[in-house]
């Protein structure tokens, strides 16, 4: 059974940073695709920055280029989210979620809170 547990979330001043944590467990990811979503208040899901598991290569929404990292840790099943230059429209519930490198995500974390205070 895939789990997916996020950690890292708060609150933080705008211009402020954060790290989010996603412990991965319940299977080998290789060929998997790990993403980091959010979800606003009053908004729909969007997503944030994804990983491909096994290459390492990198997909960011505009939102966040040049201001958010993606990265994993494949020997300890983690993926990180740094995020800096933090802005109010930042402030989300944060999710962290993989499935297959060629198709849909199929496990999803519970999310953590990330507050952004202007």
């Known amino acids: 059974q895939v789990q997916l547990v996020e950690s890292g979330g708060g609150l933080v001043q705008a211009g402020g940073s954060l790290r989010l944590s996603c412990a991965a467990s319940?299977?080998?990811?290789?060929?998997?695709?790990m993403g980091w979503f959010r979800q606003p208040p009053g908004k729909e899901r969007e997503v944030v920055a994804s990983?491909?598991?096994?290459?390492?290569?990198?997909y960011y929404a505009d939102y966040v280029k040049g201001r958010f990292t993606v990265s994993r840790d494949i020997a300890q099943n983690m993926v990180y989210l740094q995020m800096t230059s933090l802005r109010p429209e930042d402030t989300a519930l944060y999710y962290c979620?993989?499935?297959?490198?060629?198709?849909?995500?199929?496990?999803w974390g519970q999310g953590t809170q990330v507050t952004v205070s202007s």
């Open positions: 990983i491909l598991w096994t290459s390492a290569r990198t």
């Open positions: 319940g299977r080998t990811f290789t060929n998997f695709r």
């Open positions: 979620a993989t499935g297959p490198a060629s198709g849909a995500y199929a496990y």
